[in-house]
């Protein structure tokens, strides 16, 4: 019987009907003009000719005496978790993330395996949807990306289908991800194990008070320093918007800085946000804090991750000193991963992301800030795909807004496509298109900033008053074509 890790039961604990734990794709496939009529119904058809695995067969289990695990239930029917929509008329793109947004905020059925597929068609110029969400608690966001992998094909000419729920490219490491629950769950064999986690627990802490006390050179405190800002009422809707930046153009500009594209994404949302916030007149003062899920090296699959915070630059820097200031933080991060046992930090990140959540469900007056956003990217599909011949147009991530949290931003690569999914609490973040929008002109100001040219001694203060007019408020642009939004 599979088990639980520390983080995996976090996720089912810190779900309410205001913050659902589903995640998942939205593929948006363009099949060919001559396959586009009944498309939707035969690749359903051809998808429930395949077997429920691994983890898609898993169902969450409850004993009064006992730590929650999952089971694996030995017959699902995939029928009974595959609905299939038709929007009215020809829907847009923003029609379609309206009515995903809706069937976002919907609590999947714990009684049953935890997962659904929901198969949209009705939309312009032939294009089927297809939504997958599946519990956070089974699968994070590189078990998604194998999913991915195995369903979809890189072959245009291939006409088999594969399904989602067929499962992982690898066996789904159940030894690996009991190991945890287990040593929890036993008297003498847990008792070692509790004590080492915490203890790198609190060593991992410790690290962090000193660099808050400027005594050594780390990242700050969790909840300490973190703008008030980004701020709304908690409700079940959500906003959605997207965008795309080119990865090629990304990769070359990383390498010309010694910066990873992570690094890249990071400060050009840095920009984007700035840019928003000061149009919004709530800019803060101290930088904002990112909220990110760092892989943990030898994971198979499951919720092996840590989520840690750190700061991104400082209000008012130029472009420049935004990017070296992530690339400073992310290299802290990853130096303080890399000293404490998994188990150790899967343990802070468990009890780090609880309590805002028990302070936001008994109602203790302001919302308590782990962070003002989360940052993820879990990479994605490196070349062009195809379903059942179709063309994967779009392979959009649908995430989480975590506990103490209004914002979700979450990359996912298509072969030169950079896709950015933005998902927002509506009241905290108004307008969220326009950050999605701000996001493609911030890489922009990024690269003109630190092109050779602008670098030079006599074009600096130009650089820097163009920096500064780029984060002054302006009037809302028109939409580039790839920024989309809705909400519900």
């Given at each position: ?27 948006v ?6 396959e ?51 929007l ?14 809706e069937l ?7 009684s ?17 949807a297809?939504?997958?969400?599946v ?47 287990k ?69 070359a ?6 910066a ?43 919720n ?23 690339r ?22 468990a ?9 936001e ?7 308590i ?69 701000y ?30 007019k ?6 809302p ?12």
């Amino acid at each position: 019987m599979p088990a639980l890790t520390v983080l995996d039961m976090a996720m089912f604990a810190l779900e309410s009907r205001k913050r659902p734990f589903g995640v998942g794709p939205l593929i948006v496939l363009k099949p060919k003009p001559a396959e586009r009529r009944g498309f939707a119904d035969r690749l359903v058809k051809r998808m429930l000719e395949h077997p429920v695995r691994s983890p898609f067969d898993y169902r969450l289990k409850l004993k009064p005496t006992a730590l929650p695990t999952v089971e694996s239930v030995a017959e699902v029917d995939p029928s009974a978790h595959v609905q299939r929509i038709t929007l009215p008329g020809k829907a847009t793109m923003e029609q379609l993330f309206d009515k995903v947004s809706e069937l976002q905020a919907e609590l999947l059925d714990r009684s049953r395996p935890l997962w659904a597929l929901y198969v949209i068609d009705g939309l312009e110029d032939g294009r089927v949807a297809l939504y997958g969400k599946v519990h956070h608690g089974i699968i994070d966001g590189r078990g998604l990306i194998h999913v991915l992998t195995r369903w979809l094909s890189v072959d245009p000419a291939d006409r088999s289908v594969r399904a989602m729920w067929e499962g992982l490219s690898r066996p789904s490491a159940s030894i690996v991800r009991g190991s945890v629950a287990k040593r929890l769950a036993g008297v003498w064999k847990g008792a070692g194990s509790l004590v080492a986690n915490t203890t790198g627990m609190a060593r991992l802490l410790a690290e962090r008070g000193a660099a808050t006390l400027g005594l050594a050179d780390g990242l700050p405190l969790p909840f300490v320093r973190v703008p008030n800002v980004l701020e709304g009422a908690l409700g079940e809707r959500r906003s959605f918007a997207c965008c795309v930046l080119p990865l090629a153009e990304m990769k070359a500009f990383g390498k010309a800085h010694q910066a990873t594209v992570n690094d890249v994404f990071l400060a050009t949302l840095d920009l984007a946000l700035e840019r928003y916030l000061r149009e919004q007149g709530t800019l803060p003062k101290h930088p904002l804090v990112v909220d990110m899920p760092v892989a943990l090296p030898g994971a198979a699959s499951g919720n092996q991750i840590a989520v840690m915070q750190f700061p991104l630059g400082r209000p008012g820097a130029a472009p420049p000193q935004r990017l070296q200031a992530v690339r400073e933080n992310t290299a802290k991060l990853k130096h303080e991963t890399s000293r404490q046992s998994q188990d150790a930090v899967m343990l802070y990140t468990a009890l780090a992301h609880g309590f805002p959540s028990l302070i936001e469900r008994i109602g203790l007056g302001r919302r308590i800030k782990l962070a003002n956003l989360v940052v993820s990217n879990p990479f994605g599909l490196s070349q062009p795909s195809y379903l059942m011949g179709a063309e994967v147009e779009w392979v959009l991530p649908m995430s989480l807004v975590a506990p103490g949290q209004t914002l979700n931003i979450t990359a996912v690569t298509l072969a030169d496509r950079f896709q950015i999914g933005f998902l927002a609490l509506p009241d905290a973040v108004p307008d969220v298109h326009k950050l999605a929008d701000y996001t493609v002109q911030a890489f922009a100001q990024l690269r003109q900033a630190m092109a050779p040219e602008a670098q030079a001694p006599a074009a600096r203060p130009a650089a820097r008053a163009a920096a500064r007019k780029a984060t002054k408020p302006a009037k809302p642009a028109k939409r580039p074509t790839q920024v989309m939004q809705a909400t519900r």
